[in-house]
């Protein structure tokens, strides 16, 4: 049996656990907090749409979207709460409904998913309480022109029916976990690695702090924010750079909870407004964090684990302002949320699922800032990559084809390869 070692505890690596651990490898999970789901995915808004410029990645979240549905039945029998989807719809406010939009549109609806275009007089019927004004080009905070009144309206929408997002990331990871277990997976918790080097008996001897060493045939690097330094220790470059990006997510006090009837807030993704934002503890606060709009300047962070990782009021004011414009019942809430990091691939925000030049060693990383949606597939789709090179078959030169078993499709991973050159993507969180 090959033994395996994925550096990471997060919500993707309990993923590759399961799936690897049903394939008859022998894993170990090593994280170096003390539970897993307790680095990045611990932040997440764990938005689950399909409305992606990769036509494979549509897909992919499709694909997810239809596990998350029935999370009890993927996992099999475990003795816990269920994370749950919720599904309140999601609506995306392009800053233009131009070819982009409607590649995707169509993309979307070629696989069946339940999306329309909607005007902006649609809009305004079905979500009275959101303001259809545009603000695009979105202009900071510091800008004079920030709160000046605009005529111009929003050029449309697109609502993604079932779209939603997963209550809670962390139970969702705490529920792969015991999936994996229940397999015969292992979890070392306050593990961390600190040198993966080659070994005799086995390729790898993977070191942690405590001078354990754990003898290795394979090493999967799922170690989020810290992927740049986990493949440094492996002394593996790739083509495609990763690096981590730091964020926020701001909690506001949602008015519409007091209205009756009280409306089912959606998820929007307010493209034309520069942030998204969605409904959280039950419908009481609504949370934003940034669609990335060119006016703001990035906070890239060279050690991940020198950063400030309590919210600011500087973000705060950008983000609630933004988002009062377009709920305008919002008030200003006390500054309430969580600042964590991305791992983004620069060149074009999509993850990187591959092998690497080193043999036995793998990486599913760079997921910036949207994959945890993705991860019960990325999950699979490791699984079957790292089976098929063990075996022999070279995924450079014949990439895995993964099938998508709910929506019935294959799908060519090379999109997610390290070799795959720059994706033409929207270069954001959007994807
Ligand atoms: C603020 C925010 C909002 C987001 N919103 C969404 C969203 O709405 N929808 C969506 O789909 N995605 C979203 N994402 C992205 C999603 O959460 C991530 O893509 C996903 O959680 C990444 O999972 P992971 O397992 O790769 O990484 P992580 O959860 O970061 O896990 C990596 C783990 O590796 C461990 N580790 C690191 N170095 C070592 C070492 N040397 N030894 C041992 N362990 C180590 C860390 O402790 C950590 O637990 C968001 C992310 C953030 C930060």
Redesign the pocket.
């Known amino acids: 049996m090959k033994q395996v070692s994925i550096?990471?505890?997060?919500?993707?690596?309990c993923s590759i656990a399961l799936q690897l651990q049903k394939l008859g490898f022998q894993v170990h999970v090593?994280?170096?907090?003390g539970e897993v789901?307790?680095?990045?995915?611990s932040?997440?808004?764990?938005?689950v749409r399909r409305f992606y410029s990769q036509p494979e990645m549509i897909a992919m979240a499709h694909e997810a979207a239809s596990i998350w549905a029935h999370w009890g039945a993927f996992l099999g029998p475990i003795d816990d709460d269920l994370a749950m989807f919720r599904r309140p719809g999601m609506l995306f406010l392009p800053p233009a409904m131009d070819e982009t939009t409607d590649a995707i549109v169509t993309e979307m609806k070629k696989l069946g998913i339940r999306v329309s275009v909607l005007s902006a007089e649609q809009v305004k019927e079905r979500f009275p309480y959101i303001d259809v004004s545009s603000h695009f080009p979105v202009r900071a905070l510091e800008d004079p022109t920030f709160f000046d009144a605009t005529e111009k309206q929003i050029a449309g929408a697109v609502f993604e029916e079932d779209a939603g997002y997963i209550v809670s990331?962390g139970l969702a990871t705490l529920n792969l976990r015991l999936a994996a277990e229940r397999e015969g997976a292992r979890f070392l918790m306050n593990?961390?690695?600190v040198s993966i080097r080659q070994g005799e008996a086995s390729r790898f001897q993977v070191e942690t702090k405590d001078g354990t060493i754990l003898p290795s045939d394979i090493v999967v690097n799922?170690?989020?924010?810290?992927s740049s330094v986990?493949n440094q220790m492996a002394g593996v470059v790739l083509p495609l750079k990763t690096r981590a990006l730091r964020?926020e997510?701001h909690a506001m006090v949602n008015p519409l909870f007091a209205s009756s009837p009280r409306p089912d807030v959606p998820v929007v993704g307010d493209l034309d407004g520069g942030i998204y934002f969605r409904p959280d503890a039950g419908g009481r606060d609504i949370l934003v964090?940034s669609a990335d709009p060119d006016c703001e300047v990035k906070e890239w962070i060279d050690d991940p684990d020198e950063y400030l990782d309590t919210v600011t009021e500087a973000y705060r004011q950008r983000q609630c302002y933004r988002l009062m414009k377009r709920i305008p019942s919002m008030g200003l809430s006390p500054c309430r949320g969580?600042a964590?990091?991305?791992d983004v691939t620069v060149q074009d925000w999509y993850p990187i699922a591959d092998k690497t030049e080193r043999p036995g060693y793998y990486v599913c990383i760079g997921?910036s800032?949207?994959?945890?949606?993705t991860s019960p597939v990325l999950g699979q789709l490791m699984a079957q990559l790292i089976k098929a090179n063990e075996q022999g078959q070279d995924t450079d030169l014949h990439p895995l084809q993964l099938e998508l078993k709910n929506i019935e499709m294959t799908i060519d991973c090379r999109f997610l390869s390290r070799l795959r050159g720059t994706l033409q993507t929207s270069g954001t969180v959007i994807g």
């Open positions: 550096v990471g505890g997060g919500v993707i690596g090593l994280e170096r907090n789901g307790h680095g990045s995915t932040a997440s808004c764990a938005i990331p593990c961390e690695v799922v170690a989020g924010p810290h986990v964020r997510v964090g969580v964590a990091l991305y997921t800032g949207s994959s945890f949606k």
